[in-house]
C-alpha cells in the first residue's frame, strides 16, 4: 500500500510559478512510476505528467510541454511538480498518483490539491 499526501497548491496569478510536493510512505516508493493527474470544475481528470523509478525518463500532457516540470527525490520518498508560466486553464485539483508495478496502473492516488490561477 501506498500513502500519497499532496502540498503546495494555492492562488496565483498568470504567469507565476508553483511548485507541488507529493510525500509517499512506504518502503516501494522508489520502485514505482509516479504521475501528476488534475481535474478541473466540471471536467474529467486528466493526465499531466509522469516519471519513472529512476527519474529517468519523464512524459508531459502537450498542454503543459515547456511548462512544467516533474521530478522525484527517492530519499525523500517525494515527488514534485514544478509548474512555470501558469495560465488561468491550468486551474484544478492537481493529484498524485503511483503505479502499482504489478499491474503498471495509477492505482494509488493522494486527497487532491488546488492550484487556481486568476487573470
Known amino acids: 500500500q501506498v500513502q500519497l499526501v499532496e502540498s503546495g497548491g494555492g492562488l496565483v496569478q498568470a504567469g507565476d510559478s508553483l511548485r507541488l510536493s507529493c510525500a509517499a510512505s512506504?518502503?516501494?516508493?522508489?520502485?514505482?512510476?509516479m504521475g501528476w493527474f488534475r481535474q478541473g470544475q466540471g471536467k474529467e481528470r486528466e493526465f499531466v505528467a509522469s516519471?519513472?523509478?529512476?527519474?529517468?525518463?519523464?512524459s508531459y500532457a502537450d498542454s503543459v510541454k515547456g511548462r512544467f516540470m516533474i521530478s522525484r527525490d527517492n530519499a525523500k520518498n517525494t515527488v514534485y511538480l514544478q509548474m512555470n508560466s501558469l495560465k488561468p486553464e491550468d486551474t484544478a485539483v492537481y493529484y498524485c498518483?503511483?503505479?502499482?508495478?504489478?499491474?503498471?496502473?495509477?492505482?494509488?492516488w493522494g486527497q487532491g490539491t488546488q492550484v487556481t490561477v486568476s487573470s
Open positions: 516519471i519513472n523509478w529512476s527519474g529517468g525518463s519523464t
Open positions: 512506504g518502503r516501494t516508493f522508489s520502485s514505482r512510476a
Open positions: 498518483a503511483a503505479k502499482n508495478p504489478l499491474t503498471m496502473k495509477f492505482e494509488y
